[in-house]
């Protein structure tokens, strides 16, 4: 999802969901086997996973019969069960043992009420990430501003706000839907450093600590973002950050190692002063707006590339291929790849299967094999 952001007092208004979409977290989900749906063969698939094609609705029901509007971003817990945030239709859905059902909100009910399941009230759900415990996470929007609050959903699907205890009110982000959750229950967005208008990686803690973390490369020198657009962390811990200039073009991807408040960043692929459409390895691969993520078992991540309409994976090593899409190309297609993709948003992986959400087409595709 390309967003809008404010870098030192200049405000940039960017792409946002009611266009053409992707940014935010995409969890990595290792060793889980992939729900019903999903295609069999040798060569990866396109197919419709969930909802109704080109049908804009909000309904449970079969995988096939189910409806969503707007679906947005993706995450799936430790069974298997996929999460959906749809935008538009202001709920959050959950895929399970084949069939969808409302997991939080009520279709077409705006609000920011907190509250268990159906009572809750979303503005616009946007992004989700998910913790070890299966609580959600998710970016949500705020009316007449770019910015978006932090809600949170138990398993039960009892909803509340996190509050900011330096303000007393709603946490907000800097314009930035992207959100991730590590193996400690740790919640990661990015704010604006109240005192030098950048965009600042912010830590979350269980405990409603709000925590800046401070970028640092190898060097120790510091590492600025510019226009981060998505979060993803790995089965080792390790935080993923990608960043785009001012433009939301070009893409940079970032590796991040935690040590509490401080963060030591390797760049791992792309830049944020070329654009294109390159394979390769390390700076030497280039993308046109690089979104969300997801990461596999094996550490491949794999990044939605916005404006080259492509997936692309990236090795541990940096080296970078295209997956899925072909660059320039807008469309749905469904059969072996290779296959046109449409505007995508959130990504989420599930042992071999990679699911993403169409918002433009309503429904939650996949791929499979990776």
Do not use: H, W
């Amino acid at each position: 999802m390309k967003i809008s952001v404010s870098l030192a007092g200049l405000s940039v208004t960017l792409l946002t969901a009611g266009l053409i979409t992707g940014c935010g977290d995409s969890d990595s989900n290792s060793g889980l086997s992939s729900p019903p749906g999903a295609p069999s063969g040798s060569a990866p698939s396109v197919s419709v996973f969930a909802g109704q094609l080109n049908t804009a609705g909000s309904a449970g029901g079969s995988l096939s019969n189910a409806q969503f509007d707007e679906p947005m971003g993706l995450a799936a817990d430790k069974s298997g069960n996929i999460y959906v945030a749809d935008e538009s239709a202001e709920t959050i859905s959950k895929i399970s043992n084949g069939s969808i059902s409302i997991f939080a909100g009520t279709a077409y009910q705006q609000g920011s009420s907190d509250g268990a399941g159906s009572a809750a009230r979303f503005e616009a759900p946007q992004e989700l990430a998910i913790d070890p415990s299966g609580n959600l996470y998710l970016t949500d929007g705020v009316p007449n501003s770019d910015a978006a609050t932090v809600r949170k959903i138990t398993p039960s699907g009892q909803v509340s706000t996190i509050i900011d205890p330096a303000t007393g009110q709603a946490l907000q982000t800097n314009g930035s839907v992207a959100i991730a959750a590590d193996a400690q229950s740790n919640v990661y967005i990015f704010m604006t450093n109240r005192s030098t208008g950048a965009v600042q990686l912010t830590q979350v803690t269980p405990a409603g600590a709000v925590n800046p973390v401070t970028l640092t490369s190898t060097s120790a020198a510091p590492v600025l973002l510019i226009n981060p657009q998505a979060l993803a962390v790995d089965a080792s811990n390790n935080l993923y950050i990608s960043d785009d200039d001012i433009n939301g073009a070009a893409g940079a991807l970032y590796k991040v190692s935690l040590n509490g408040s401080a963060g030591q960043a390797t760049l791992l692929a792309g830049s944020v002063v070329s654009s294109g459409a390159s394979d390769g390895t390390g700076a030497l691969a280039t993308f046109n707006g690089l979104d969300d993520l997801a990461i596999d078992s094996s550490g491949n991540i794999y990044a939605e590339d916005f404006f080259n309409q492509t997936i692309r994976e990236i090795t541990p090593a940096g080296v970078v291929t295209t997956f899925a899409g072909i660059a320039g190309q807008s469309a749905l297609n469904l059969g072996q790849l290779p296959q046109p993709l449409p505007s995508l948003d959130g990504l989420a992986i599930i042992g071999s299967t990679l699911y993403m959400s169409a918002p433009d087409n309503s429904v939650v595709l996949q791929i499979a094999p990776l």
